[in-house]
């Protein structure tokens, strides 16, 4: 059979969409969506708890292409930007692309033909061209096996997964962690709860998020002058990424980031013993910054309390902590995170041999040529792929980059001729991961805190060493030299 399309997209969530906004305006029409939900928005479909928001600027946190004057807060909610999806997805006729309900368990490089060959679950085979790998790395939960779990007798979930007809209103409610998720948990359920424990493992940095509401002054002068938005974008786009310094090696920065962020903490908590156990022990970005305006306030109220004693185990009735005190509780909400960093994809796939990329990358840790290409594995491309991730900026940004690269990727290889496949050479990639590690020395993610952007083995194989400009400079120009071109004699396909 022959090729299907030119291009596949796994994923619908944000770098899916990005994909595919991108082929559509460089008029491409040969491409197909899978997505395993029966909707669009990946993490943002998934992630519903109550104060679920972005921590970067909706101005900033959307598509280049597809501004949009109605924010009502300077950082949306979840609704809003799932919405904002869809309503992109409308717009761009995106729908006719999309393959809902299809989860893509196996794809082989079909060598002599030059194109993917993906199945999904029902067994179903659609041959591509290219196969642009855009899953994410925040979907897997990652859920602690606490002993005695399985016989706690109240109700528990992961912010992830939440339960949105369990009712928390006057019940003892527990949140496990204190990372993005939690923090944004805690203070949009405190009012509505009985009593609520937070139980800290270790304590984050915390700076203001600044939030407020586009009124309707903004969002009118948005939509009649549309640089004025564009403007708005660029002063948060680099705003961060002067704050991006600090991560990569400038002091000053840094200090300046640790000041706000204890000044903060001195104002806005009252009691002393728990400002202390608030206090981060860490260089300042090691874990991600996160970003808060409500968040230390809720534990001025009187029912609300901070637990920094050791999970021991959950009893029938609740935890146990260290210090031997059972806590009781009707629920418990887990906002332990994600599997980010050991990358986990049920996708088996194999390229010109039968290794399966997942099980390398168990051993090696995940690594690809700019986050994108991986040798031995043509035709392939990641968007959001290994160490593309940011704890600064907008991690659109690093999509658009890697689509400019992609793109120009995707067009050398059509010109190459039918049935012909590209291959990043494997020094090529050695050689940049190499450097990647190198430069990831210098910056507050190696400064010594346990944090997602790991693996297992300690190995940072989630963020991008340095600032956005950079990565848009690397991405800029496809590089044919460090890619091995093979084109096949007698071509078994067409190009449609
Ligand atoms: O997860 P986290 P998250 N016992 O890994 C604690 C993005 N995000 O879901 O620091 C006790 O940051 C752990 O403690 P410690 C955003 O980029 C996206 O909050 O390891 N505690 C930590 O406090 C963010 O950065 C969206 O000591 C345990 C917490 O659980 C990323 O997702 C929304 C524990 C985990 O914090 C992850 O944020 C929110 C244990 N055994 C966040 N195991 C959306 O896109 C873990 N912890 C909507």
Redesign the pocket.
């Known amino acids: 059979m022959d090729q299907e399309y030119q291009v596949g997209i796994v994923g619908a969530g944000f770098a899916g969409l990005v994909a595919a906004l991108r082929l559509r305006k460089a008029g491409r029409d040969s491409f197909v969506i899978f997505e395993r939900a029966s909707e669009v928005g990946g993490?943002?479909r998934d992630?519903r708890y109550p104060g679920?928001a972005?921590?970067i600027p909706s101005p900033l946190y959307s598509f280049s292409t597809e501004p949009n004057p109605e924010w009502s807060q300077l950082y949306s909610g979840?609704p809003e930007i799932f919405e904002y999806l869809k309503g992109v997805v409308s717009k761009n006729s995106l729908k006719g692309h999309i393959r809902y309900n299809t989860e893509i368990v196996d794809a082989r490089f079909a060598k002599e033909e030059g194109y993917w060959v993906v199945k999904d679950q029902k067994g179903l085979a659609t041959n591509v061209r290219v196969l642009l790998l855009a899953v994410g790395p925040?979907n897997r939960p990652?859920i602690?096996r606490f002993a005695g779990l399985d016989d706690y007798k109240g109700t528990w979930f992961h912010?992830s997964e939440w339960k949105t007809h369990y009712d928390l209103t006057g019940k003892r409610v527990a949140v496990?962690?204190?990372?993005?998720?939690?923090i944004?948990i805690v203070p949009a359920i405190a009012p509505s709860v009985g009593q609520l424990t937070v139980?800290?493992?270790?304590p984050?940095w915390i700076t203001s998020r600044f939030d407020r509401p586009m009124g309707p002054k903004s969002k009118a002068l948005f939509r009649r002058f549309p640089l004025m938005q564009r403007m708005q974008r660029e002063f948060f786009y680099w705003l961060n990424e002067l704050f991006g310094l600090g991560f990569v090696g400038n002091k000053s920065i840094n200090r300046l980031m640790t000041w706000a962020a204890l000044r903060k903490l001195s104002k806005e908590v009252k009691d002393p013993d728990t400002r202390r156990r608030l206090t981060p022990s860490y260089t300042i970005g090691c874990?991600?910054i996160l970003k808060s305006d409500d968040y230390y306030q809720t534990f001025n109220l009187p029912h609300v309390s901070l637990v920094t004693e050791e999970?021991t185990c959950f009893t029938d009735g609740g935890i146990l902590t260290r210090d031997g005190q059972e806590h009781v509780l009707d629920a418990v909400i887990f906002?332990?995170?994600?599997v980010a960093a050991d990358i986990e994809m049920e996708t088996r796939i194999t390229g010109l041999t039968d290794q399966n990329l997942i099980d390398l990358w168990r051993r090696t840790g995940a690594e690809a040529y700019l986050g994108t290409t991986v040798a031995g594995y043509p035709n392939l491309a990641f968007v959001l792929g290994p160490n593309t991730g940011l704890g600064h900026n907008s991690v659109v940004h690093m999509m658009e980059s890697q689509m400019n690269y992609i793109m120009q990727y995707i067009e050398y290889l059509e010109a190459s001729g039918p049935g012909s496949y590209l291959d990043i050479r494997p020094q090529a990639q050695q050689a940049y991961n190499q450097e990647i590690q190198e430069r990831l020395k210098g910056t507050v993610w190696s400064s010594g805190c346990?944090?997602?952007y790991l693996n297992t083995k300690g190995k940072n194989t989630t963020l991008y060493p340095g600032l956005t400009v950079r990565f848009r400079k690397e991405t800029r120009r496809f590089n044919p030299e460090v890619y091995e071109l093979v084109k096949q004699e007698e071509p078994a396909v067409s190009d449609r």
């Open positions: 993490t943002w992630n679920c972005c921590d979840q925040l990652h602690p912010s496990i962690g204190t990372g993005a998720s939690a944004q139980f800290q493992r270790t984050a874990k991600r999970i906002g332990t995170g994600f346990k944090s997602w």
